[in-house]
């Protein structure tokens, strides 16, 4: 029988790093990101890890100082948020380029400026071309098992990636639900021993980390490098599987959701999906035909998966909760929308901002967004790509 | 300190062939520093010459474990490295004994990296942290760093009709370090062989953060001949402009004192980039350069007892 706990995401992840007890962990607090480091820092404080935890003073010492522990050898771990993600940017393309399996909790929250503490998705997404693969989590549950999975998907051989597993500000990292925690040996047989490869310490072996590579083999090394990331969709997916086996839940790339029969579909990312579920159900009893489809993983694109789920429909009402300024829609609808464009059949398409700087998103906004997709079908044209929920014009 | 045949024997940790230029100070006193380390060594570099002249890939000039990650984190990093063997030694899954030490440039360690090596300190992780200074941004072609002297020519701070080079002295870095408390700082020069091997073997011995400032002369930014590196390294420290001292747990000692302290104009006439100071229009400046010298070297004596009562 599972335990049973009351823990919110900051908890949760916290919890999970306790249980992973990594070698190294360096962190820099940052709302809504600093209950995990503190509970992290208490389980430190009382013994609980022997984790070595570094208290950097700032994030872009935290993800160096990450690098340096993860290339010398040993399983490292670190957490942020918004404009703490942005100070580590640079750092970001280092740890994916050397090929660290760093894995990073991230508490989504809106970019300044303005600043502004709750979430939105501008942080995640600004790095989301810097070779990370990037799993996003619809609530606590969500994180502390997709945390665990981090470990083994970053860790094999075949990976060899750093890894974010996101979680929305506040609503998520702040809210306490049920979770199902795993034993603590369940935990550590299921992510096994690590051992680095081409570590800073074999001293028998010295290893050059980080030469500059100029215009006669850096392309090479990109082009390895993008087939890396393609290549962790199946190791993704067979981790998902076997974290499934262990604990009853398991995970795939995209969850659909009443997608069965549907003709017209929100795709989303994180807590969203929860409220759309909601309002799912209530267009179902209308006698609706909705779905959802919730993308687990955005990094790399399961481009096939999302094809396959949405090809069918007749609508697609892609939610995007952070802004790609001057582009042609957010980032979830520009990747969505190139998907299906060799797609047997192409639904129509239109893109809802939502939710910026943590405005509410309610299932009744999730319903006007899926009764618009489905008049714009019936008109048979589309006048407008990009439309707003929640916001006073 | 071994003999100096002993320490020539010892394994070259950065080889030749790496592509610095001729007359380059900082190979002199990486290598010397390296062949002080007893133990051995874990590298960790900032962006900057030594970093990109030593690993054009595929090539390594390194025989040592050396990672580079980018321009203002050296010493973050390398307390990463430092902190997972501390942990990996904690699990028992490491017993040998490790020296940590980092290396930057001057831009790379009194600017840009200045707030990753302050938190470093601050932690206490044991590396020795080595500032190989040539007083600017020499890598990206001479820029101006707050290590630069008054007066100097650099790209830029260049010598205009209104302006005489950089018009702000330099930052005393090495006393930064000192005010952290941490326990060895010293100054050295490549031209003082034995003085910067002491000081390296002392860095390396100390059981937490230990920081190296060691001026090494830019031939193509200083503008004189490679031949003459080591002559006007010496020069600085003859001319107190570079004193030689240490801190160790707080207390000062000089380790060098000139026989006769030379006037800072013999150390500036030999450098292309202060030959403007020597017109009528900017002489004023090589007097305040001498003044400001000469009250930094008062200051210093008194800290390490060597005035007169």
Same mark, same amino acid.
């Given at each position: 029988m599972a335990k049973v706990v009351g823990f919110n995401g900051n908890a949760a992840v916290a919890y999970a790093m306790k249980q992973i007890n990594p070698d190294v962990v360096a962190a820099y607090p940052i709302t809504p990101q600093t209950d995990c480091v503190e509970r992290f820092a208490e389980y430190v404080s009382e013994g609980l890890v022997d984790s070595e935890f570094i208290t950097v003073e700032s994030e872009h010492s935290a993800m160096s100082a990450c690098i340096g522990a993860a290339a010398a050898g040993g399983r490292v771990m670190t957490a942020t948020a918004a404009n703490g993600l942005a100070l580590m940017w640079e750092m970001l393309y280092i740890a994916a380029s050397m090929r660290l399996p760093i894995v990073m909790m991230v508490t989504n929250r809106a970019l300044s400026g303005n600043i502004n503490i709750h979430c939105d998705h501008a942080d995640t997404m600004g790095a989301r071309d810097a070779g990370w693969i990037h799993l996003f989590s619809e609530n606590a549950q969500e994180a502390y098992d997709n945390t665990i999975q981090a470990i083994k998907i970053a860790e094999d051989l075949g990976v060899r990636l750093p890894i974010m597993v996101t979680q929305d500000g506040f609503i998520i990292s702040h809210a306490v639900e049920r979770v199902e925690i795993l034993e603590d040996e369940e935990v550590k047989n299921f992510i096994g021993a690590y051992k680095g490869r081409y570590? &800073? &310490?074999?001293l028998n072996n010295p290893v050059t980390y980080g030469p500059i590579d100029l215009f006669d083999y850096y392309f090479e090394h990109k082009r390895s490098q993008i087939e890396a990331i393609d290549n962790c969709l199946p190791v993704i997916e067979r981790v998902g599987k076997e974290f499934g086996e262990l604990s009853g839940r398991n995970y795939e790339l995209l969850e659909g959701y009443r997608l069965e029969d549907a003709e017209y579909a929100v795709v989303a990312l994180g807590s969203t999906c929860g409220t759309a579920r909601e309002a799912i159900d209530s267009l179902r009893e209308k006698g609706k035909k909705v779905g959802l489809l919730k993308m687990r993983c955005f990094r790399p694109f399961p481009r096939e998966s999302v094809i396959e789920a949405l090809s069918p429909l007749k609508g697609i009402a892609v939610l995007d909760r952070s802004v790609s300024f001057g582009g042609f829609g957010g980032p979830l609808f520009t990747e969505v929308r190139s998907a299906l464009y060799d797609a047997p059949s192409r639904p129509s398409i239109i893109n809802f901002f939502y939710g910026l700087g943590g405005r509410d998103i309610y299932p009744e906004d999730i319903e006007k967004a899926l009764e618009k997709t489905e008049e714009v079908v019936k008109a048979g044209k589309?006048?407008?790509?990009i439309d707003y929920l929640g916001l006073r014009e | 300190m071994p003999p100096l045949k002993e320490l020539a024997k010892r394994? #070259?940790? %950065?080889?030749? =062939?790496?592509? %610095?230029? @001729? =007359?380059?100070g900082a190979p002199i006193a990486i290598r010397l520093i390296l062949a002080a380390a007893d133990k051995p060594v874990v590298a960790a570099n900032a962006t900057g010459c030594l970093e990109v002249s030593t690993t054009i890939f595929p090539y390594t000039a390194w025989n040592i474990p050396w990672i580079h990650s980018a321009f203002e984190n050296a010493a973050a990093t390398i307390t990463g490295v430092e902190t997972m063997y501390r942990a990996k030694k904690k699990r028992g899954e490491i017993d040998e004994d490790i020296y940590f030490v980092a290396f930057g440039g001057d831009g790379g360690t009194y600017d840009i990296g200045l707030q990753s090596l302050s938190g470093a300190w601050e932690r206490g992780h044991r590396f020795v942290y080595v500032c190989y200074n040539n #007083? @600017?941004?020499?890598?990206? =072609?001479i820029q101006r760093s707050s290590a630069t002297p008054l007066g100097a020519w650099t790209t830029t701070s260049p010598v205009g009709k209104v302006l005489p080079g950089k018009t702000q002295w330099r930052k005393n870095l090495t006393e930064i370090a000192v005010a952290h408390d941490i326990p060895y700082v010293a100054q050295s020069v490549p031209s003082n062989w034995r003085d910067l091997t002491l000081k390296a073997e002392k860095a390396f011995h100390t059981e937490g953060p230990a920081f190296l400032n060691v001026l090494a002369s830019c031939n193509r930014g200083w503008r004189h001949l490679p031949a003459d590196t080591l002559k006007v390294n010496q020069l600085a420290v003859d001319c107190c402009i570079w004193p030689l001292y240490e801190v160790e747990n707080g207390e000062y000692r000089l380790t060098y004192k000139p026989r006769e302290k030379k006037p800072v104009e013999e150390w500036l006439k030999v450098q292309g980039r202060f030959q403007h100071l020597f017109s009528p229009a900017y002489r004023y400046l090589i007097d305040e350069f001498q003044a400001y010298v000469d009250r930094e070297w008062e200051r210093l004596l008194e800290k390490c007892g060597e005035t007169k009562k």
């Open positions: 570590p &800073l &310490l074999d589309i006048e407008q790509h | 394994p #070259e940790r %950065l080889t030749s =062939g790496h592509r %610095l230029c @001729a =007359g380059c #007083e @600017a941004y020499m890598n990206t =072609g």
